[in-house]
C-alpha cells in the first residue's frame, strides 16, 4: 500500500477550494459593484464562523450558543487596542483571538461536562452575559451608544477600505481556515472529534480525552469568531452591542444547520443562503406589503428555516451530495469516489 | 422601616415575575417531560396570548372573555405547532430540534410583528388598581391577580397530572412509553394535549403579565429563556421543582434591579443558571441519574 | 500458572445502585496470557464489572490493580491509555465514520498528531495516517472483514460490527483486552474465526478477560474461570474444576436452562 490509498478514506484534494476561490476572485472581472462586494464580504465574515462552529458542531457534536461572545469578543478587542490604545490592527486581531481563546478555555472546563439542551442553555447564558457586560462596561465599549472610529486595516501599506479590497481580505482568511480545519477532520484528531459524537463511552474508551477535545475544538471555533469579529469591526468601523446578542449565535447555529452540520461547505453554503435570502427578503418582501413596520419578513426566514429542516434535517450540503452518489451509482464508477462521497454525506447528522 | 418596605416591595415584583416564569416554566416541562423535546418557541405563547387578548379588548370584547378566547386560540396554534413541526421532526438530533423550535419562534415574531406591529401595547388591568399598601410597600391588585392567578392555575395542573386518569397516562407516556401503549394510552395523542395545554397556559401567562409590563412582538424570547432557566434549575422533568426555581429566579431578578442595577440583572440570573449548571447540572431538587452500558 | 505474574487484580470489588447491589465483594486475579473467563446469568453483574475495571462506572468499594498500580478514580481514557481497551456488550461502533476509520481511531493513543500538525498538515502527519491506516487494514484482515473497510460502520451486519469492535480494541497492543460477549450474534463460521484471532492475540503476549454465555467457547478457550450470579462469585477455576462445582451447576439449574453448563456437560 501507498500513500494514495489515504484517499480512500479522506479527499483531502485542494481542487474544491481553489476552483471556488479562482470563481470568487473573477467576480471582479464581470462585476464592480460595491453593493455586490458589500454582501460577498458578509458571506465571509459569517462562513469563517461557521467554519469553526461546524468543527465543534458537526463533528464533535457539541452545540454552542453563544459564539456570537467571541464574536463579539473580537470586535470589541480590535476596537478598543486599535482606537484607545493606538496598538496596529493585526496585532489587535491577535490579542483578541488569544482573549478568546482564554476565554473559551476557562469558560468551557465547566461547560462541557455538560450535554444537549443543558449544554445549549449554558452556552445561550454566557453569550448573554457576555452581551450584558458589552453593554454595561460603556466607559470601555462605548455601551448601547456603541463604539465609533475604529480604523481600518492595512497590509504594507495597503489600506482595506473599499468593500472589493475586504472582499479579497476576508476570502483569503476563510481559504486558509477552510484548508486548517479540513486538515484536522481528516486526522487523529478529526476522528478524536467524530468519535465523540459517533459514541462518547467507545471514545472514552479507546483513550481520547473527550473533555481535551471538546476544548481544544471550542477554542480553535472560539478564535475564528473572534478573528472574524475583528476583521468585522475594522470593516464597518463602527459596532454595538446589539451585534453580538443571543440572536446573532442563533444564526450562526442556523447557518451551519441549514448547510449541513459537519460539513465545512455547509457552512459557507448556509452563511451564503442565510446573507442572500435575508437581502432577497428584506428587498422584496416589504413591496408587497408596503405598510408594515418592522422586520417582519423574518417570517418567511422562519418558515423557510422550519421546512428546510423539517424535509432534509442534514442541511443542504449533504442533501446535494447524497442525489450526487445516488446519481453515479447508477453510472459505473470506482468505489473511491464512492466512499468519499458517502463520508462527508453520513458524517453529518448521525446522533 | 424602610428597608423592611423596600424589601417587601422587591419581595412582591419578585414573587410576580416569579408566577408568571412559573406558567411558562411549566409549560416546558410538561412539554419536555412527554416529547423529550425543550420548545424554545414557549415564551411565544405569551406573546401571542398577550396581544391576541389585547386586540380582543380592543374591540370591545369582556376582559375575561377576551382572556378565555386568547387562550383557546393560542392553545389551537400551540396544537398546529405540535402536528406540523414537532410532530414531523421528532425523531431529529437535539441541535435540529433545537433550531426547529427556535425557526417557529422566529416564525410567531414575524407573524407578531404583521399583525400588531412594533409598538408596546397595553392592556387595562384585571380589576381596579389602586395600590394597596402592606408595611409600607405599595402593592398593585394585577400582582395579586399575578401571582393568585398562576397559583391556582399550577395547584389545578398538579391535581390534573396526579389524580385524572388523562394526566396519569400523560405521566405513564413519560415513565414508560410502551408499556402507556399496551395500556391504550396512545403517546402520539399525548403529545398533541401536552402541546396545547402548555400553550394555553402560556398564553394565560402573557395576558396577565401584559397590564403590568405591556406586550410587544419581542416580549416571548427573555420570558422562555427565563422560563427555561428555571426549569433547568428545578431539573427539567419535575414540575414543582420547575415553579419554584421560577420563584427564586423571579425574587433574583427583583432584589439585584432594586439593590444593584437593572443593567446586569441579566448577568445575575445568567451566572446563577450556569453555577448550578456546574455544580448541581441534575438541577437543584433531583437526583442523579446514570445511563446503562 | 503460577510462573505468570498477576496483570488483573481485583479485590473486594462492589457495586451498589441505589438499593441493589450489582456486584458484591467480587476478588480475582487474572495472570499475564491468560485468557480469562467470567460467566453467570443475565443480571449477575458481569457488565458492571466490565465497566467498572474500564473506569465507565466508579466502584462503591474495593480495589482494582492493572499491573500493580490503582485503577479506581481513573477515567477511561486513561486505563485505555495504561493498556486496556474493550468491546461493549451493546455494540458501540462510530457511526458516523467508515469501519477503517472506526478501526484508526482505535489507534489513537499510539498516534501523535496534535491540532496544530494535523491543521498545517506536517508530512510527519501524512506519515503517521498512512502508517495507521495500513494498521487498521491488517486488523480488518486479522478478524476477517477488511472487505468492509470502506463501509460506514452503521451499515455493517450485527456480526461484523461485532468483529469491528474487537479490531478497533485490538489495534492499540493493548496489554489487556475486555471483550463483552463477543460472541453474541456471530454465527457459527464468524465465532469459529474470532477464537481463532484470540489465540493468535494471545500467543503475542495480549491477555483476554472476556464475558460469554457461549459454554463451548468459555470452555474450550479459557486457562481460568470466574462465576458470578446476583453480584456474588460462586466459584472459580479452570474450566474441569468449574463444571464439577455443585454450586455453580445449581445456581445455573435455577435460573436459565437453556444455555447453562449442564447443557454443555
Ligand atoms: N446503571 C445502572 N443503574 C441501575 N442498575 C443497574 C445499572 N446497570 C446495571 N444495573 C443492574 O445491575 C445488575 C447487574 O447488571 P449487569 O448488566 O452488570 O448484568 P450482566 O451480568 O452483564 O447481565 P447480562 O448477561 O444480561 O448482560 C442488574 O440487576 C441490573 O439491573
Ligand atoms: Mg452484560
Same mark, same amino acid.
Given at each position: 500500500m501507498n500513500s494514495k490509498s489515504l484517499k480512500l478514506i479522506y479527499n483531502n484534494s485542494i481542487l474544491g477550494p481553489i476552483i471556488l476561490f479562482a470563481v470568487l476572485f473573477c467576480i471582479p472581472l464581470v462585476s464592480s459593484s460595491n453593493y455586490l462586494f458589500s454582501i460577498l464580504t458578509m458571506i465571509g465574515f459569517y462562513a469563517l464562523v461557521c467554519i469553526g462552529l461546524t468543527t465543534l &458542531?458537526?463533528?464533535?457534536?457539541q452545540i454552542s450558543l453563544g459564539h456570537a461572545a467571541f464574536y463579539g469578543i473580537g470586535a470589541y478587542s480590535s476596537a478598543v487596542l486599535t482606537s484607545t490604545y493606538g496598538l496596529n490592527p493585526w496585532i489587535a486581531i491577535i490579542i483578541g483571538a488569544l482573549i478568546s481563546a482564554v476565554v473559551a478555555l476557562i469558560v468551557g472546563i465547566p461547560t462541557f461536562k455538560l450535554k444537549g439542551y443543558y449544554l445549549a442553555l449554558a452556552t445561550l447564558g454566557f453569550g448573554i452575559i457576555v452581551y450584558t457586560l458589552f453593554k454595561e462596561f460603556s466607559s470601555i465599549?462605548?455601551?448601547?451608544?456603541g463604539f465609533f472610529g475604529i480604523p481600518p486595516i492595512s497590509l504594507f501599506g495597503y489600506e482595506f477600505i473599499t468593500d472589493k479590497s475586504y472582499f479579497y481580505l476576508i476570502w483569503v482568511f476563510v481559504f486558509f481556515a477552510i484548508l486548517f480545519t479540513r486538515n484536522i477532520i481528516h486526522s487523529r484528531i478529526g476522528r478524536g472529534l467524530r468519535s465523540i459524537e459517533g459514541s462518547e463511552i467507545a471514545a472514552d474508551a479507546v483513550g481520547v480525552n473527550l473533555m481535551n477535545y471538546k476544548l481544544q475544538i471550542f477554542v480553535l471555533s472560539a478564535i475564528f469568531a473572534s478573528v472574524s469579529g475583528s476583521l468585522l469591526a475594522h470593516y464597518v468601523s463602527f459596532i454595538n452591542p446589539d451585534l453580538f446578542v443571543a440572536n446573532t449565535s442563533i444564526f450562526f447555529l442556523i447557518m451551519v444547520i441549514m448547510g449541513g452540520k459537519g460539513n465545512i461547505w455547509g457552512s459557507i453554503v448556509g452563511a451564503a443562503m442565510y446573507v442572500l435570502l435575508d437581502e432577497i427578503l428584506k428587498h422584496y418582501v416589504p413591496l408587497l406589503l408596503p405598510n408594515v413596520g418592522g422586520q417582519f419578513e423574518i417570517v418567511f426566514f422562519g418558515i423557510l428555516l422550519v421546512l428546510t429542516l423539517i424535509y432534509m434535517p442534514d442541511g443542504l450540503v449533504p442533501r446535494f451530495e447524497k442525489l450526487m452518489s445516488k446519481f453515479k451509482k447508477k453510472t459505473p464508477t470506482n468505489g473511491a469516489l464512492q466512499s468519499t462521497i458517502s463520508v462527508n454525506a453520513t458524517g453529518g447528522d448521525n446522533k | 422601616m424602610e428597608l423592611l418596605s423596600q424589601m417587601m416591595q422587591l419581595l412582591f415584583s419578585g414573587l410576580t415575575l416569579g408566577a408568571i416564569y412559573a406558567l411558562i416554566a411549566v409549560g416546558f416541562v410538561v412539554i419536555y417531560n412527554v416529547t423529550g423535546i425543550l420548545n424554545f418557541a414557549q415564551g411565544e405563547f405569551a406573546m401571542l396570548g398577550a396581544l391576541t387578548c389585547i386586540s380582543l379588548v380592543n374591540n370591545n370584547v369582556p376582559l375575561w372573555l377576551a382572556i378565555i378566547l386568547s387562550i383557546v386560540i393560542v392553545a389551537a396554534i400551540g396544537g398546529i405547532f405540535e402536528r406540523t413541526a414537532l410532530h414531523t421532526a421528532r425523531k431529529s438530533s437535539v441541535t435540529t430540534l433545537i433550531i426547529i423550535t427556535i425557526g417557529v419562534s422566529i416564525v410567531l415574531r414575524g407573524a407578531a410583528i404583521l399583525i400588531w406591529g412594533t409598538q408596546v401595547q397595553t392592556l387595562p388591568p @384585571?380589576?381596579?388598581? &389602586?395600590p394597596i399598601t402592606i408595611l409600607d410597600a405599595v402593592l398593585l391588585p394585577q400582582n395579586i391577580w399575578a401571582v393568585g392567578i398562576s397559583i391556582v392555575i399550577l395547584i389545578l395542573m398538579m391535581y390534573f397530572f396526579n389524580y385524572t386518569f388523562v394526566g396519569k397516562s400523560l405521566t405513564a407516556c413519560v415513565v414508560n412509553p410502551f408499556a402507556a401503549r399496551l395500556m391504550g394510552i396512545n403517546p402520539e395523542k399525548m403529545s398533541l394535549f401536552a402541546v396545547i395545554v402548555s400553550a394555553g397556559v402560556g398564553a394565560l401567562a402573557g395576558t396577565v403579565i401584559a397590564p403590568i409590563s405591556g406586550a410587544t412582538y419581542d416580549m416571548g424570547m427573555m420570558l422562555g429563556i427565563k422560563a427555561f432557566v428555571a426549569a433547568v434549575i428545578g431539573g427539567l422533568t419535575n414540575a414543582p421543582a420547575a415553579i419554584a426555581g421560577a420563584f427564586l429566579i423571579g425574587i433574583l431578578e427583583a432584589f439585584t434591579e432594586g439593590l444593584w442595577s437593572s443593567g446586569l440583572k441579566d448577568v445575575v440570573t445568567f451566572t446563577f443558571l450556569l453555577l448550578i449548571l456546574f455544580v448541581k447540572p441534575e438541577g437543584l431538587f433531583a437526583k442523579a441519574s446514570g445511563k446503562r452500558v | 500458572m503460577s510462573n505468570k505474574r498477576p496483570i488483573l487484580s481485583v479485590e473486594n470489588l462492589t457495586k451498589v445502585f441505589g438499593g441493589v $447491589?450489582? $456486584?458484591?465483594n467480587v476478588s480475582f486475579t487474572v495472570e499475564e496470557g491468560e485468557i480469562f473467563a467470567v460467566i453467570g446469568p443475565n443480571g449477575a453483574g458481569k457488565s458492571t464489572l466490565f465497566n467498572m475495571i474500564t473506569g465507565v462506572l466508579p466502584s462503591s468499594s474495593g480495589n482494582i490493580y492493572f499491573q500493580e498500580k490503582r485503577l479506581n478514580r481513573k477515567k477511561p481514557y486513561q486505563i485505555a491509555q495504561m493498556g486496556i481497551t474493550r468491546t461493549f456488550q451493546n455494540l458501540e461502533v @462510530?457511526?458516523? /465514520? &467508515?469501519v477503517i476509520e472506526n478501526v484508526m481511531t482505535g489507534a489513537h493513543i499510539t498516534m501523535k498528531t496534535n491540532i496544530l500538525t494535523a491543521g498545517l498538515r506536517l508530512p510527519s502527519v501524512r506519515n503517521e495516517e498512512v502508517k495507521t491506516m495500513e494498521r487498521a487494514m491488517e486488523a480488518l484482515e486479522a478478524v476477517g472483514i477488511s472487505d468492509l473497510a470502506y463501509e460506514i460502520a452503521d451499515r455493517l451486519p450485527y456480526g461484523s460490527q461485532r468483529l469491528l469492535e474487537i479490531a478497533r480494541a485490538a489495534i492499540s497492543n493493548p496489554k489487556l483486552i475486555l471483550l463483552d460477549?463477543? /460472541?453474541?450474534?456471530?454465527n457459527s463460521e464468524e465465532s469459529r474465526q474470532l477464537v481463532e484471532v484470540i489465540l493468535k492475540m494471545r500467543e503475542q503476549g495480549m491477555t483476554f478477560l472476556f464475558v460469554e454465555h457461549d459454554m463451548e467457547t468459555v470452555m474450550s478457550i479459557s486457562d481460568s474461570i470466574v462465576v458470578i450470579d446476583n453480584g456474588v462469585k460462586i466459584g472459580e477455576g479452570t474450566p474441569e474444576e468449574i463444571y464439577q462445582n455443585p454450586q455453580v451447576v445449581a445456581a445455573y439449574l435455577g435460573d436459565e436452562e437453556e444455555e447453562g453448563v449442564e447443557a454443555y456437560a
Open positions: &458542531t458537526g463533528y464533535a457534536g465599549t462605548g455601551g448601547s451608544n | @384585571f380589576t381596579d388598581n &389602586t | $447491589v450489582a $456486584v458484591d @462510530f457511526d458516523n /465514520m &467508515t460477549e463477543p /460472541m453474541a450474534g456471530l
